[in-house]
């Protein structure tokens, strides 16, 4: 049973669209995670939240949201998209503090044409 | 923010020889040291991890070395396989950064039968 969950898993929109990207973690944990990879830049840094509340947030561009409705659901909605943000976005979890591991999703792979 | 050399970016090695993939980071707080596998069309995996605390750790054939004096840490792969062929990422955490992990760009390791 996979214990992240993220859908899609193949995303493809239009220039100047919107769309969200779904992670939902089973593994109990409080920490959760944004990291984005693509050919330019291998594995991107972009959010963590703990217990709900965005702790770090590393992307420049406001078009980028997370949205955590519940405490292991960490969304992130995408608006106004370019060719640019081509890319497999990963959702991660980790227990919060210590040396906790984190645990990378299945990643959900964006094409914007 | 931390920050996380790794090299080679591309490491090639006969199946059998040994694979070594060396980082290095700035921040004297940095505390843990995983390191992920990512095999083509999945996500990263912890394969191994180390604390400052240690200066060496074996799991089977992967051992990893801290030297926290010179800021340096490897991952050695003795034995190495076709099966160990693919993206190897290292990684560093702050102690009380939030959780948050830097990784290396990582090293696409080809193991050649």
């Known amino acids: 049973d996979p214990k992240i969950i993220q859908k899609p898993k193949y995303l493809v929109a239009v220039t100047g669209s919107e769309k969200i990207l779904i992670c939902e973690q089973y593994?109990?944990?409080?920490?959760m995670y944004w990291y984005r990879q693509s050919a330019k830049k291998p594995l991107e840094f972009m959010f963590s939240y703990s217990y709900q509340k965005l702790m770090d947030n590393q992307t420049a561009s406001s078009r980028f949201q997370p949205q955590s409705s519940k405490k292991n659901h960490l969304d992130l909605q995408i608006t106004a998209l370019k060719p640019d943000d081509s890319a497999t976005y990963f959702c991660?979890?980790?227990?919060?503090?210590?040396?906790?591991?984190?645990?990378f999703g299945p990643g959900t792979r964006l094409t914007v044409l | 923010g931390e920050q996380v050399e790794q090299l080679p970016s591309i490491l090639r090695v006969q199946e059998g020889s040994s694979a070594s993939i060396n980082c290095s980071y700035e921040?004297?707080?940095?505390?843990?040291f995983p390191w992920y596998k990512q095999e083509p069309g999945e996500n990263p995996k912890l394969i191994i991890d180390i604390r400052s605390n240690m200066e060496r750790k074996q799991i089977q054939e992967l051992i990893v070395l801290l030297d926290k004096k010179a800021k340096r840490f490897s991952l050695h792969i003795t034995d190495t396989q076709p099966g160990d062929s693919a993206m190897y990422f290292c990684?560093?955490?702050?102690?009380?950064?939030?959780?948050?992990?830097?990784f290396g760009d990582g090293t696409q390791l080809v193991v050649k039968p």
């Open positions: 991660a979890s980790s227990q919060d503090g210590g040396y906790a591991e984190q645990f």
């Open positions: 593994l109990g944990h409080n920490a």
């Open positions: 921040d004297s707080a940095s505390n843990y």
């Open positions: 990684a560093a955490r702050v102690k009380g950064s939030n959780n948050r992990i830097f």
